[in-house]
Every structure is written in C-alpha cells, then in structure tokens.
C-alpha cells in the first residue's frame, strides 16, 4: 500500500532529529559579570534571580533553540503516529533521542511530545512486526519498551 510520505522520508527525518538534539545553552552567571551581551543576542532570554549563600545571578536560555527543539519533537511524534509500521526504519534512532527528552527539564512541550511518542514507536514496532517488515522483532519489541519504561514511570 505505501504512503506517498515514505519516499520523502530520509531527507525530513534527520533534519528533525538534529533539531530535537538541539542544545539550549542554559547559562548561569554572576550577575556582575561583563558577559551581559549574551542576553542581546536574538533568541535569548535571561532572568536574574537572587540564590541565597550565593547572591543574584543571571540565567540565560536559548529560547529560539527551545522552541525548534519541541516543534521537531512534535512533528517527529505525528510522523510516527500517521505512518504507523512505514515508519519503522526510523523507530530506533528516533527512541534513542527522544526517550531522554521525556525528562527534559526546560520545557514542558518537549517532554509532552517525546511522551506522547513513545506508544506510537512501540506500536510502529509491533505493526512491522505483524507485517513481517525486516529487522522487526519480538526480541527488538522487547527492548524498546524495556528502554522506554523507566523514564516513562519516573515522570509520572
């Protein structure tokens, strides 16, 4: 039956997993610290907040990187979703990254959307497995879920 997506495939799917692994580059300073530009540049945000024992200090966040990092993980959660087992070639390396991402702790719709993937991975699994697709395996099932689980219990 092929989806007429597929083909296009290896050229979205990396571009997505580079972005969800995008860095935030959160950065704590003194606020005395001549390093004020940083938070001039486009894309930034900062926040200074007095820490006792340790007086203020400025918190910087790459908000641009942020917000490229949840749109990726969300479009890669609704790839999954609609290709089901077509999307299997792709169901490790997007666990692999995505899994970690559950505990993300700088932004909720990041965390919200590695989440919401992990049954559609394990579904996409089981479906190619169902279909015989190469590579698929209860074997390969198993470990998925086993790779998912902790971080799926530790967040709820």
Same mark, same amino acid.
Not at 5 to 19: D, K, M, N, T, Y
Not at 27 to 35: A, F, G, L, Q
């Given at each position: 039956?092929?989806?007429?997506?597929?083909?296009?495939?290896?050229?979205?799917?990396?571009?997505?997993?580079?972005?969800?692994?995008?860095?935030?580059?959160?950065?704590?300073?003194?606020?005395?610290?001549?390093?004020?530009?940083?938070?001039?540049?486009?894309?930034?945000?900062?926040?200074?907040?007095?820490?006792?024992?340790?007086?203020?200090?400025?918190?910087?966040?790459?908000? %641009? #990187?942020?917000?490229?990092?949840?749109?990726? /993980?969300? *479009? &890669?959660?609704?790839?999954?979703?609609? $290709?089901?087992?077509?999307?299997?070639?792709?169901?490790?390396?997007?666990?692999?990254?995505?899994?970690?991402?559950?505990?993300?702790?700088?932004?909720?719709?990041?965390?919200?959307?590695?989440?919401?993937?992990?049954?559609?991975?394990?579904?996409?699994?089981?479906?190619?497995?169902?279909?015989?697709?190469?590579?698929? %395996? #209860?074997?390969?099932?198993?470990?998925?879920? /086993?790779? *998912? &689980?902790?971080?799926?219990?530790?967040? $709820?």
């Amino acid at each position: 039956r092929g989806d007429p997506s597929q083909p296009s495939l290896p050229f979205v799917i990396p571009p997505l997993l580079a972005s969800a692994q995008l860095d935030p580059e959160l950065h704590v300073t003194d606020v005395d610290d001549e390093d004020g530009d940083q938070e001039d540049e486009e894309g930034m945000e900062s926040v200074t907040v007095n820490i006792r024992g340790q007086g203020n200090k400025r918190i910087t966040i790459r908000t %641009s #990187a942020l917000e490229e990092k949840a749109t990726a /993980c969300s *479009m &890669l959660h609704s790839y999954v979703a609609d $290709l089901k087992e077509a999307f299997f070639p792709y169901v490790q390396e997007v666990a692999t990254i995505l899994v970690p991402l559950i505990k993300f702790q700088y932004m909720d719709e990041v965390r919200t959307a590695a989440m919401m993937a992990m049954p559609e991975l394990l579904d996409s699994c089981i479906l190619a497995l169902a279909k015989g697709a190469s590579g698929a %395996s #209860a074997a390969l099932v198993s470990q998925l879920l /086993c790779f *998912m &689980l902790e971080p799926i219990l530790e967040q $709820l």
